[in-house]
């Protein structure tokens, strides 16, 4: 029975760092980060998967788009947005 519980748990988790972008601001997303490129980097040994935490050597960087409190960096040339509080990984652009 526990089995289940912990199941539940990782499901309700997994579902409160799951984030929606609308596809108004994934375009604006993506014009901003094209007037503001970054230098894509490598991150051997991480997936680029909703919930994974980049390291504190990863510098992150503001979006200035409104409604959008995530910060940005580019991984294997796409965009990835990070909640800076918890540097979690909470959308990966293609």
Request: no cysteine; aromatic share 6%; hydrophobic share 45%.
């Amino acid at each position: 029975m526990s089995g289940l519980i912990l199941a539940v748990s990782a499901t309700v988790g997994y579902a409160q760092t799951a984030v929606v972008i609308q596809p108004e601001q994934q375009t604006l997303i993506r014009e901003y980060v094209k007037k503001k490129p970054l230098a894509s980097i490598t991150l051997p040994g991480l997936e680029l998967n909703i919930g994974s935490k980049l390291p504190e050597t990863v510098e992150l960087h503001a979006v200035e788009v409104p409604d959008v409190t995530y910060q940005y960096v580019i991984v294997d040339g796409r965009t990835v947005l990070v909640d800076p509080g918890t540097r979690e990984i909470v959308y990966v652009m293609d």
